[in-house]
């Protein structure tokens, strides 16, 4: 069972233009959404996040987007670089023993930015 | 700036050995986490720790075990190494305070069963 799906394996954007990763959930207890990206040979470096109680965080190019009534989030990264080619990865937040949290991850998005 | 270190890039052993993969944060987190990444299925939780000696399992801890016997340090252990277990491994930590504060990865450990 995917809590977290992220439905399109690869992206491919020219330069300049925006690029659009999306992510659905299923599970109303998610209280925090982050997205990740990475590099081949590297560990996921985190990106940006968003509370459950927003709908919107905006960090210099990058834009979450989060729509809890159809449960979907998106990021937008205005305008593409050939640099942000990397896999991207959505995860969701749940709380867990200890303050602790387990984050759920999608599969993955592969983003290529051609210049 | 969160340094997240793993001892090894890349590890080859061989079925039936014990493994162990290591891993050291220096910001004094409260929470670390091991996962490991395969093609098509993203990242997977193996096991979690919010304290010194705690441990709790994640979604897929069978045929591992992990240790946390300081701070900085959480050990994930190969009881019994298998082919199936050929994987790329990442260690992440994270603080516990009551701000949200995101996980933060080392650059994972590439290990091979042979």
């Known amino acids: 069972d995917q809590q977290v799906k992220q439905n399109s394996p690869s992206l491919s954007v020219q330069e300049g233009r925006i690029s659009i990763l999306n992510c659905d959930y299923t599970?109303?207890?998610?209280?925090?959404f982050l997205w990740y990206k990475k590099y081949p040979a590297e560990g996921p470096t985190f990106l940006i996040s968003?509370?459950?109680?927003?709908d919107k965080n905006e960090d210099g190019r990058f834009t979450v987007f989060l729509n809890k009534s159809a449960k979907h989030l998106s990021l937008h990264i205005v305008p593409s670089q050939p640099g942000d080619s990397a896999v991207y990865f959505c995860?969701?937040?749940?709380?867990?023993?200890?303050?602790?949290?387990?984050?759920?991850f999608g599969k993955g998005t592969k983003l290529t930015v051609n210049p | 700036d969160v340094k997240v270190t793993q001892s090894s890039r890349y590890l080859v052993k061989r079925t039936g050995e014990k493994v162990f993969l290591e891993c050291v944060q220096d910001?004094?987190?409260?929470?670390m986490f091991w996962y490991r990444q395969d093609p098509g299925l993203g990242l997977r939780l193996i096991y979690f720790?919010?304290?010194?000696?705690?441990?709790e399992k994640g979604d897929i801890p069978e045929g591992y075990s992990v240790s946390r016997e300081k701070k900085e340090r959480f050990s994930l252990i190969l009881e019994s190494a298998s082919t199936n277990q050929t994987s790329m491994y990442l260690c992440?930590?994270?603080?516990?305070?009551?701000?949200?504060?995101?996980?933060?990865f080392g650059d994972g450990t590439r290990l091979s069963i042979l």
């Open positions: 968003i509370s459950s109680i927003k």
């Open positions: 910001m004094d987190h409260e929470n």
């Open positions: 720790s919010y304290d010194v000696k705690m441990k």
């Open positions: 992440a930590s994270s603080s516990g305070d009551r701000v949200y504060q995101p996980q933060h």
């Open positions: 599970n109303s207890m998610f209280d925090y």
């Open positions: 995860a969701a937040s749940a709380r867990l023993k200890g303050g602790s949290e387990k984050l759920v």
